[in-house]
């Protein structure tokens, strides 16, 4: 029998009815062992299906679905995941500090990695903030990825209309 917490209300969560058998797969999946090069990153499960769940995302080849973290390795393989179910995805492991959305997801998704193994973590500038590299360096974990100029305080970087007309291999310290 399922229990209907009402929508709004502590406890709601919106993918209650497939829950058991995402931490069942989920479960199987934290028992296989982890490789040393591990990425975070988005996909989108497609559907045609009508939910409020359901994301728009114009970038990927499947432009409407859910959209689903997941941390992968070199193979292909996913090790962890974490489906987008709005303000209530925010959440962070116990004792870790607010990075924001997108570094929550890191922090979540990488919180059952080894530790001090060198596990490199790479991820893209959607995820990626000083603050973040930071965290995961503390705890054991090598991060590595782009980041965005405005995640950055007090940086002097030219602008990018002033980068393309630099040569190819251009770089500044």
Request: hydrophobic share 40%; glycine share 6%.
């Amino acid at each position: 029998m399922t229990i209907i917490i009402p929508l709004g209300s502590p406890g709601h969560d919106k993918l209650f009815k497939v829950l058991p058998l995402l931490d069942g797969i989920r479960q199987q999946l934290l028992l296989v062992p982890k490789e040393e090069y591990l990425a975070v990153d988005e996909q989108i499960i497609p559907t045609k299906v009508r939910h409020d769940l359901k994301q728009y995302n114009p970038a990927k080849p499947h432009k409407w679905g859910y959209k689903n973290q997941v941390l992968s390795a070199v193979s292909g393989f996913s090790y962890d995941f974490d489906i987008f179910a709005g303000d209530q995805s925010n959440t962070r492991p116990v004792g870790a500090p607010d990075l924001g959305v997108s570094g929550n997801v890191v922090t979540r998704l990488t919180e059952t990695v080894p530790r001090h193994v060198n596990h490199k973590i790479f991820f893209d500038n959607w995820f990626n903030s000083p603050k973040l590299q930071v965290h995961l360096t503390k705890i054991g974990l090598l991060p590595l990825g782009t980041v965005r100029l405005n995640r950055v305080p007090n940086i002097d970087m030219p602008l990018e209309k002033e980068l393309t007309k630099k040569e190819r291999g251009f770089f500044i310290e």
